[in-house]
């Protein structure tokens, strides 16, 4: 079973909303993944976490702020968006960080719209 | 720096009429280049992941392979359902970390 979860679906939310996304993952992954993308781009890489610390940020807005409560469990708490930031995000993990095979296994994302 | 090109950007095909889909791609430190699928407002689906030139993997109309600067994702007769849009990906190593770089994608279409 390679399914990473990521709730809810869609989501709409105007610029002075607080709102977070989650996500999960039961296969023991240790690294877990949150990226942006675009209509008709690639995906772009936002924050990783490793062993349940932050390992990289991607010089990120401030109003993107991640959170790993354990190592099963992503979040990513939304704050003060500009409707540049409507995108679909997506959650990914893999076994570990480095090393040829650790794949990423990505969720179906969650679509969001901000006014 | 790293660098994913994928060619065409979108590829028609008739039911039956295999293709080819490229990606050529430049890193430091190669660990893994990555074939995934993506349908229209879902996450990208794992394919293939192939470590060195030389390598090739199939599965089911998809074969992929790879050399020292670009990788193929054959495909043989595609049906309707093989529509997608098709994401190369490279993992190198810079900075003291790996990160997945990918290209823009091939949108594939597929007509009965």
């Known amino acids: 079973d390679t399914e990473v979860t990521q709730t809810p679906k869609h989501l709409v939310m105007g610029m002075t909303n607080k709102k977070s996304l989650k996500c999960e993952q039961h296969?023991?992954?240790?690294?877990m993944y949150w990226y942006k993308q675009k209509a008709k781009k690639p995906p772009e890489l936002m924050f990783v976490?490793?062993?349940?610390?932050?390992?990289i940020n991607e010089s990120v807005p401030s109003r993107f702020s991640p959170e790993c409560p354990n190592s099963s469990l992503l979040n990513l708490h939304l704050h003060a968006l500009q409707p540049e930031d409507s995108a679909l995000y997506l959650c990914?993990?893999?076994?570990?960080?480095?090393?040829?095979?650790?794949?990423?296994?990505f969720g179906a994302g969650t679509r969001l719209s901000v006014l | 720096e790293d660098q994913v090109t994928q060619s065409p950007e979108a590829l028609r095909l008739q039911e039956g009429e295999s293709s080819s889909l490229n990606c050529s791609y430049t890193v430091s430190g190669l660990r893994g280049l990555f074939w995934y699928r993506q349908d229209p407002g879902k996450g990208p689906e794992f394919l293939f992941t192939?470590?060195?030139a030389g390598e090739e993997k199939e599965k089911e109309r998809l074969k992929a392979t790879l050399t020292k600067k670009e990788s193929f994702l054959h495909i043989t007769a595609p049906k309707p359902e093989d529509s997608a849009t098709y994401l190369c990906a490279v993992r190198g190593f810079q900075g003291g970390s790996e990160k997945l770089v990918f290209g823009k994608g091939t949108k594939l279409t597929v007509n009965p």
């Open positions: 976490y490793s062993y349940e610390k932050l390992s």
């Open positions: 192939l470590y060195s």
């Open positions: 990914a993990s893999s076994p570990g960080l480095l090393g040829a095979k650790n794949i990423q296994y």
């Open positions: 296969m023991g992954h240790r690294a």
